[in-house]
Nanobody, 122 residues
Framework: QVNLVEFGGGLVQAGGSLRLSCAAS????????MAWFRQAPGKEREFVAV????????FYTDSVRGRFTISRDNAKNTVYLQMNSLKPEDTAVYFC???????????????WGQGTQVTVSS
């Protein structure tokens, strides 16, 4: 069983930055595709970004491309989401996910974290 724990959420003003971390444990040396999703109040969960097992490829949803950067450190079993130029519409609970999805956007992903709240004030 792989456990994922997110860190780094909080309250930030529009235009500011936050860095989310997701620490994985229990993988027994395996590496997986890692992704970030988010869910705003009253909305469905949406894909944000994904990084392949080696870290050689990344993909972003259009609304965050150029502002967010996903990265990983396999030695630390951690994936990061650097979020710059934050906007109020980025406010959501952010979840990390891991697995071997058939498609990056829809998964399915095998493991999910509990989420961390990001609030961007205007």
């Amino acid at each position: 069983q792989v456990n994922l724990v997110e860190f780094g959420g909080g309250l930030v003003q529009a235009g500011g930055s936050l860095r989310l971390s997701c620490a994985a444990s229990g993988a027994s040396g395996r590496t997986f595709t890692m992704a970030w999703f988010r869910q705003a109040p009253g909305k469905e969960r949406e894909f944000v970004a994904v990084i392949t097992r080696s870290g050689s490829s990344t993909f972003y949803t259009d609304s965050v491309r150029g502002r967010f950067t996903i990265s990983r450190d396999n030695a630390k079993n951690t994936v990061y989401l650097q979020m710059n130029s934050l906007k109020p519409e980025d406010t959501a609970v952010y979840f990390c996910a891991s697995g071997q999805p058939a498609t990056f956007r829809t998964g399915p992903y095998d493991y999910w974290g509990q989420g961390t709240q990001v609030t961007v004030s205007s």
